[in-house]
């Protein structure tokens, strides 16, 4: 999986595959409800821009003015249910892993922004009840190869459905584009 290492803004992103890195997330989360849709995590006013960095800068403003300067390295959104509703973009994707986002964790995703996250290297993963128990601020460990999800706040430990390994493939070569690449 490709991590982001970064300052206290996406402007400092850069990739990071050291082997202790892959398929493990650890940070704190930032918590979403139901129904959070690709116009509040990239609003279509930064569409116009190719430039990754400068879609970070705009992931959810329009939902958590603050996301972009509280945000770390590491770092996990936890959503409830239907995870990147709305339109077929994937600079929605693009915007939360250029944050510096390892992982976003919902009870359930939008099927073409779940498509649309793995293309590009993003690992996602569904658990309700973690979605539902972990709170703001939460210090989390994510095992993407077990499913593992721990809670370090409060002790609970939650599983969610592994990647198969098709899709760890996938993540740990930064998205489908690079995993064809000979």
């Known amino acids: 999986m490709v991590l982001h290492t970064k300052g ?11 082997a202790e890195s892959k398929m493990n997330a650890h940070g704190l989360a930032h918590k979403y409800g139901d129904n959070v849709d690709t116009d509040v995590i990239i609003p279509a006013r930064y569409l116009n821009t190719s430039d990754f960095r400068e879609l ?6 329009d939902i958590d003015k603050d ?5 770390k390295t590491g770092d996990i959104i936890v959503g409830k249910a239907n995870f990147g509703c709305g339109s077929s973009r994937e600079h929605a994707p693009i ?10 964790i919902a009870a359930t995703f939008a099927r073409i922004f779940y498509r649309n996250a ?5 690992p996602i993963m569904e658990c309700p ?4 128990e972990i709170s703001a601020g939460d210090e989390l460990d994510v095992d993407f190869e077990s499913g593992k999800i721990t809670d370090l706040t409060n002790g609970k430990v939650y599983t969610a459905e592994p ?11 930064g998205g489908l584009l690079n995993s064809l690449k000979k």
């Open 56 to 61: 970070a800068a705009h992931c959810m403003e």
């Open 163 to 173: 990647f198969p390994e098709f899709i760890r493939d996938i993540i740990n070569k």
């Open 8 to 18: 206290d803004n996406a402007e400092n992103a850069t990739d990071n595959t050291s």
């Open 67 to 71: 996301f972009v300067r509280r945000v």
């Open 118 to 122: 793995i293309n590009i290297g993003l």
């Open 95 to 104: 915007a939360i892993k250029e944050s510096g986002i390892s992982c976003v």
């Open 129 to 132: 009840e973690a979605a539902n």
